[in-house]
């Protein structure tokens, strides 16, 4: 998994690439937890802007992550998900109880 | 019903996590051969993705050394698609469906037979217990008149 993690006070920016299934779930899940004990962070902005990917493996990593902050009061929010992506955390009904923005371009179609 | 075959393809691969990127490739390459859109492989991608990791952590339950197995027919008028393991089966298939425990530490959401539903025009499920479940998706190829 390709991940960069940024911190600022309280919140744990986090810019993920790439395919998010079986395969990354598990790392992905440790390396947030991980991120957020070492920093006490309480709010995790996550950067999907160059996620092409994602399916019930990956939703499960993100409702996990939203469970324990709101527990301590905090919040998750997922920024610029692709319109495929953005599909899927509607249909799976995270998009009711967290905050995510969608981004108007398909992955890999900003001609970088 | 269209009998003819145009294309199959027969995979049988390991039963571990990077196996399922394998099969959606394998899926979506089958796809780009037809005049599916984008957003309908994505679909498909994602209805693969959930059957083939469903094999892997409930069929096998993780056991990294059993096989799944991906077979794709082509038919003029449909893709069908199954997915198989021989792990440890569903002792009743609509419990399975209807009682997944979403409980409040899983962060299992029930959601891969729902997404299997939504994205594929059919979903049959034969399951024995101890013997293994076998999954077949139907999607039906909708030629677009040229306009
Ligand atoms: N290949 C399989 N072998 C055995 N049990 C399965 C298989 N696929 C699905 N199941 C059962 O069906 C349930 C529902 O699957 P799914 O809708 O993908 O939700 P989830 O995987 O999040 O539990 C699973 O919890 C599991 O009990
Ligand atoms: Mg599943």
Redesign the interface.
């Given at each position: 998994m390709d991940l960069h993690l940024e911190y600022e006070k309280d919140k744990l920016y986090a810019q993920l690439k790439g395919e998010i299934d079986l395969s990354i779930a598990p790392h992905l899940r440790i390396e947030l937890d991980n991120a957020l004990d070492t920093k006490q962070a309480r709010h995790l902005i996550m950067d999907f802007s160059s996620v092409s990917f994602i399916d019930s493996s990956g939703l499960g990593v993100i409702l996990g992550r939203y469970r324990r902050l709101t527990e301590v009061g905090g919040t998750v929010r997922v920024e610029n998900a692709s319109p495929q992506v953005y599909k899927i955390l509607e249909m799976s009904g995270l998009s009711k109880i967290i905050e995510i923005t969608q981004s108007n371009v398909a992955v890999g179609e900003k001609g970088e | 019903m269209d009998t003819a075959l145009v294309n199959s393809v027969n995979l049988q691969f390991k039963s571990i996590?990077?196996n399922?990127?394998l099969a959606?490739v394998v899926v979506a390459s089958i796809g780009a051969q037809i005049d599916m859109t984008?957003?309908e492989l994505?679909e498909l991608?994602?209805a693969v993705?959930?059957a083939v990791?469903n094999a892997?952590?409930h069929g096998y339950r993780n056991d990294p050394d059993q096989f799944v197995e991906l077979q794709i027919e082509r038919y003029h008028d449909r893709l069908v698609i199954h997915v198989i393991d021989r792990g440890i089966g569903m002792p009743d298939v609509q419990e399975a469906l209807e009682n997944v425990s979403v409980s409040?530490n899983s962060?299992?959401?029930g959601?891969?037979f729902?997404?299997m539903k939504?994205f594929t025009d059919n979903v049959e499920i034969n399951s024995e217990k101890q013997k293994g479940t076998r999954i077949t998706m139907v999607k039906n190829l909708v030629f677009r008149k040229e306009s």
């Open positions: - | 996590p990077d399922v990127s959606r984008l957003s994505d991608k994602v993705s959930e990791t892997i952590i409040s962060e299992h959401m959601l891969g729902v997404f939504t």
